[in-house]
């Protein structure tokens, strides 16, 4: 396990996580976070390459935070960063080609076939991170959206719903419980 790429993707997403140009504020380095924690767990369950999985889960959202105006394409030009950043610690390219499918296959909003088992683990974990960022969509709703109790509830009901139809059917099964415990605390 490349200890010094990991440790060092951690430090440069937190500092362009808390950098005033970042639209998206320190939330986005919490779910980045919570993505790379699932995408272990995951890349365990499935027996995938780790430490691609983390690089790849540290990376998937690279773009968003450092430019908002390539959110849109942050799939495609966070790949192009992910590349450029492990180039320079002389990373091997093969898997610095697994990561960069790995980001660019992480969307669920983006129907992309994920061909390797290390895709659909950063995919997967980044779906499913929204069960454990409750506090940042409630946020979102009642503060950003100023939505009134009921509309901020289906808000967020509604989100981790299509989050949950997102991940593949073996994360499915693995998260059943913590899908449903979820929905039904929150009524």
Known sequence: ?????????????YSRSIKP??????????????????AELLAE?????KEVVIIAAWLHDIASITDYSLYEMHHIHGAEIA?????KFGYDKEKID?????????????KLDKSTIEEKCVADADAISHFDNIPS????AYVEKNMDIEEGK??????????????????????????????????
């Open 45 to 49: 369950k499935y027996n995938a390459d």
């Open 83 to 87: 590349e450029e950043l492990l180039k």
């Open 154 to 187: 289906e808000f967020v009901k509604g989100k981790l719903q299509r989050s949950y139809q997102k991940l593949s059917e073996e994360s499915k099964q693995h998260y059943i419980q913590k899908y449903k415990n979820t929905m039904e605390v929150l009524g």
């Open 1 to 13: 396990m490349r200890e010094d790429i990991i440790k060092y993707l951690k430090q440069e997403v």
């Open 137 to 140: 969509l409630l946020y979102l």
């Open 21 to 38: 140009e970042n639209k998206f504020g320190i939330g986005c380095y919490y779910h980045i976070e919570a993505v790379v924690k699932n």
């Open 98 to 110: 697994l990561v960069k499918k790995c980001i660019v296959s992480h969307r669920g909003s983006v």
